[in-house]
């Protein structure tokens, strides 16, 4: 492509079925956990069928990524869309976050203290339910779910605030490795990062399982079980998902598709990364610690 080219024209992909293929299996992978979650036993290997589905799109996805950024398809124009694009998704993704951190402020600000009584609308605890108990963690009316343990923030949860913010670190060394066109550095900073991200999953996978079989701390566990399971395990997603990019970027990596002047893919993944780590910090002063 000539520099008059790289000025005067804009690159525009040909239609692709990523994004239908993409809506079918986050659609079946939801359909499944909701069957599973209701008892239904098919509900597993529906989930396994859309994560099947959703790894097929990612791979031909960054595929075709990364064939169009190797052909020399994109300029100046295009990064910048691209820096806009990922700009705005990660601002989307702040307000999804927001969103359950301020249902779980609503929940124990203000709608708990009004079923226990307090407040101009405190009158209605009489009708609702009168021994309801304005305390949190709840349980819900009638101790919903039974008796549970509610998760400390010390131990699995320290651990792994250590590790997210140890990652984010690692990531950063691996930024300034590639800006010094250190490729020693680039791939170690990114291993580094990848393990640290998935030691992270394994041990919220560990300590799910210890909630659920020694704390019975589970999704029945009232609005204090299901505020947990959905920010964290949310959280935990964003994580893995944070991980697979980060597994492409270094297989890119390690082939030198990057230098000091061209790596937005790099950089994408890295506002990515930082977020989550940002994300986290929230979760274990407001779910785990308060």
């Known amino acids: 492509m000539s520099s008059t080219d790289q000025h005067t024209t804009y690159f525009i992909p040909d239609p692709s ?14 359909f499944g956990a909701v069957l599973a979650m209701n008892g239904v036993v098919v509900g597993k290997f529906i989930v396994f069928g859309g994560l099947l589905l959703f790894a097929y799109l990612l791979f031909g996805w960054f595929r075709d990524v990364i064939s169009e950024n190797l052909s020399d398809k994109y300029n100046a124009q295009v990064d910048r869309s691209f820096r806009m694009g990922m700009f705005w998704f990660i601002a989307s993704e702040v307000f999804f976050f927001l969103a359950f951190f301020g ?36 349980h819900g009316p009638g101790q919903l779910g ?46 580094a990062t990848i393990a ?28 204090y ?29 390690m082939k030198g598709h990057f230098s000091a002047h061209n790596h937005f893919a790099f950089e994408a993944v890295a506002w990515y990364w930082h977020f989550v780590d940002v994300v ?10 308060f």
Not at 109 to 124: C, D, H, Q, S, V
Not at 205 to 214: C, D, L, N, P, S
């Open 103 to 138: 249902a779980l402020f609503y929940i124990r600000n203000i709608a708990l203290p009004w079923l226990g009584g307090e407040g101009y609308l405190g009158a209605t605890k009489e009708i609702l339910y009168n021994q309801f108990e304005s305390a949190w963690p709840s």
């Open 17 to 30: 079925p990523w994004p239908i293929i993409g809506m079918v299996s986050l659609l079946v992978t939801l």
């Open 146 to 191: 039974g008796e549970f343990i509610p998760m400390g923030a010390w131990g699995i949860p320290a651990i792994n605030t250590f590790l997210l913010l140890s990652s984010g670190a690692t990531i950063t060394w691996a930024h300034w490795g590639l800006k010094q066109d250190n490729q020693k550095t680039l791939v170690r900073g990114l291993m």
């Open 280 to 289: 986290w910090l929230g979760l274990f002063i407001f779910v785990y610690w």
């Open 225 to 253: 079980g299901s505020t947990f399971y959905m920010l964290t395990g949310f959280h935990g997603f964003h994580v893995t998902m944070g991980a697979i990019m980060l597994m492409a970027i270094l297989g890119r990596s």
């Open 196 to 223: 640290l991200g998935l030691l992270f999953v394994a041990f919220q996978a560990y300590e799910y399982i210890h909630a659920y079989e020694a704390l019975n701390l589970t999704l029945q566990s009232g609005v």
